[in-house]
């Protein structure tokens, strides 16, 4: 038969019997940027085209893999039929990963008994190769002799270890090699960025690389082109939880750094860059995760889960060169103390005291200081009640070094409430009381509020309940005089509580229902709508957080969590 005829015979049974035709990696066919190069000649993908345009409406399935549009097939075929597709789901990829593990070794990491530091590493490996099978096939096996935390290292350095077999870079090399050279130098520059990339404040991230060009020329540099490109050939993708944000495929950060290892001050103007646009950042998600709306709470834990990637590199970057850390922290240990994330966060905190072996400058013996405290914070979550009281007192010592008796309040009341847990009452009276001194003494009068709230506590507890109900009764004028309306309902309780102990059930419950009432109000009365919308930096930002105000990333869906 001729070979039309040969074509029209294949088409009737396709088209008359259920068959599936399956055409992968088909962005070859074309040659185009992220193809091997065994592109088909232009006759033969004609020929290919109308074969395949034939069996419209028949019964065969035709599934087409590729990391193009292939424009030039899907108007005669599949046209608008397109899933994007992501990593696997977590069940598959856990899956995977142990299937993996079985055959090249590296289940120790598995066990219950494994080090906590080195369990935590696994798990933020998982995340980051988030259940794309080829960076897992080929970095995964590194865990049979190396552990989690130095395959993690490895990877976000971008050293060859972590893909001894070239297979990850080989793969991208065919995308990236083939660019235009400006698109490539642009999308080199987003080699810090990891897991995400917020699209909206990427003119602010170039405004941070002009910071400290380190002798390099910046011009010309496309960031928005370059993330296009990205999408386009499929290691971008639209992120699923944050809008204006995009997703990248997990090798690609490899890819880069490991590109820009041969270019040490171009790799240096990056990572600098990237430690300034995310110590500003940081300092917005803080004020959205400690904000009183509970949906700007929630906005401020999606954005920090989107971004925590680039926020604990950010980190790492200032460690490496001794750079202040606090913006980046305190975001990050919000958003673990209210995710429940405790062990994490104590090991975030005892990695980032340890990095301030002696602390010279006042800042930085601020900056320790303020990290001891959110140890503190982490240990009273943990009830690590020792640890705690001994954060507290490193952190009034430094202050009371400084000579900043206002702040020492703070502390002094941490310190009543670790010994209030520890039921040594006369203890915590004394700090307390100090506390309350210090804050009637600068006029900070909500500060003193908190206190005698605590006072209260301390001699509800010791069954004084006529002093309870007295100190409750001046935290609560105080209380009702700024507003807070939270707090007064914390207050309202406490003297139903005392009111109930005495038998005054009449009073206990008209408390109560003060109390009700009070907290509704401050869930209802202030809820509005929380996008990001300003962004205040550290004094060394602050020419990159006037550029940030643009910032239109936000939850997909108003709870912040998909």
């Known amino acids: 038969m001729s070979p039309a005829a040969q074509t029209g015979l294949v088409t009737a049974r396709l ?35 109308r074969l395949l345009a034939g069996l419209r409406g028949g019964r065969t399935l035709l599934l087409v893999g590729s990391r193009e549009d292939e424009a030039w097939l899907a108007g005669s075929t599949f046209a608008g039929s397109v899933y ?30 494994t080090e906590q530091v080195q369990r935590e590493a696994l798990t933020d490996l998982v995340r980051l190769l988030d259940g794309y099978p080829l960076p897992m096939t080929v970095v995964v096996p590194q865990l049979a002799d190396t552990p989690p935390t130095q395959v993690l290292a490895e990877l976000r350095a971008g050293h060859e270890n972590a893909d001894p077999t070239m297979a990850a870079r080989r793969a991208i090399e065919y995308s990236h090699g083939k660019l235009d050279p400006v698109l490539q130098k642009s999308i080199l520059l987003l080699a810090p960025f990891t897991a995400s990339i917020p699209v909206p404040v990427l003119d602010a991230y170039v405004e941070a690389l002009r910071i400290d060009p380190a002798g390099v020329d910046l011009d010309p540099v496309d960031l928005p082109a370059a993330v296009a490109e990205l999408r386009r050939v499929g290691l971008a993708a639209e992120h699923p939880t944050m809008v204006g944000f995009v997703q990248i495929v997990p090798i690609l950060p490899y890819f880069l750094r490991n590109r820009l290892r041969d270019n040490p001050a171009l790799e240096q103007t990056c990572g600098n860059g990237h430690y ?5 950042l940081a300092a917005t998600y803080e004020k959205l995760l400690t ?5 700007q709470r929630a906005t401020g834990q999606a954005v920090v889960k989107a971004e925590y990637a680039n926020l604990t590199a950010a980190v790492d970057h200032a460690r490496r060169t001794r750079q202040p850390v606090l913006a980046l922290i305190r975001a990050l ?6 995710t429940q994330q405790h062990g994490t966060r104590r090991s975030l905190l005892e990695v980032a005291i340890a990095c301030h072996p002696i602390a010279e400058t006042p ?45 020492e309040a703070v502390t002094y009341h941490q310190l009543g409430r670790v010994a209030q847990e520890q039921r040594r009452f006369g203890q915590a009276e004394q700090h307390y009381r100090q506390a309350l001194d210090i804050d009637l003494e600068f006029g900070n009068r909500h ?21 309870a109900e007295q100190r409750y009764r001046q935290a609560l004028d105080i209380l009702l005089e700024f507003g807070d309306r939270h707090g007064a309902a914390r207050t309202y309780h406490q003297l139903g509580v005392v009111a109930q102990e005495q038998r005054r059930f009449e009073q206990a419950e008209q ?3 003060q109390a009700s009432t009070s907290c509704w109000s401050s869930v209802t009365g202030t809820a509005r709508p929380a996008p990001i919308t300003s962004l205040a930096g550290s004094r060394r930002s602050s020419g990159v957080s006037s550029r940030l105000s643009s910032i239109t990333g936000k939850p997909r869906h108003p709870a912040g969590v998909r």
């Open 276 to 280: 300034l646009l995310y110590t500003a």
């Open 84 to 113: 994007d597709l992501p990593g696997l789901d977590p069940q598959a990829a856990a899956d995977l990963m142990e299937r993996i593990l079985d055959r090249h070794g590296g289940t120790q990491w598995l066990s219950e008994t």
């Open 511 to 513: 408390h109560y229902r």
């Open 363 to 407: 800042d930085e013996q601020w900056e320790l200081l303020d990290l001891h405290n959110m140890a503190g914070h982490t240990a009273m979550a943990q009830h690590r009640l020792g640890d705690a009281a001994q954060h507290y007192t490193t952190e009034l010592a430094m202050k009371q070094a400084l000579g900043n008796r206002r702040s």
């Open 333 to 338: 240990s919000h958003y673990l103390d209210q």
């Open 447 to 467: 500060g003193a509020a908190r206190t005698y709230h605590n006072l209260g506590v301390v001699a509800q507890e010791q069954r004084r309940f006529e002093q």
């Open 291 to 295: 904000g009183n709306d509970p949906r």
């Open 15 to 49: 088209r008359a019997a259920r068959h599936l035709i399956v055409i992968d990696n088909a962005e070859s066919i074309a040659a185009s940027p992220a193809a091997i190069p065994h592109a088909l000649p232009d006759l033969e993908r004609d020929r290919l085209v």
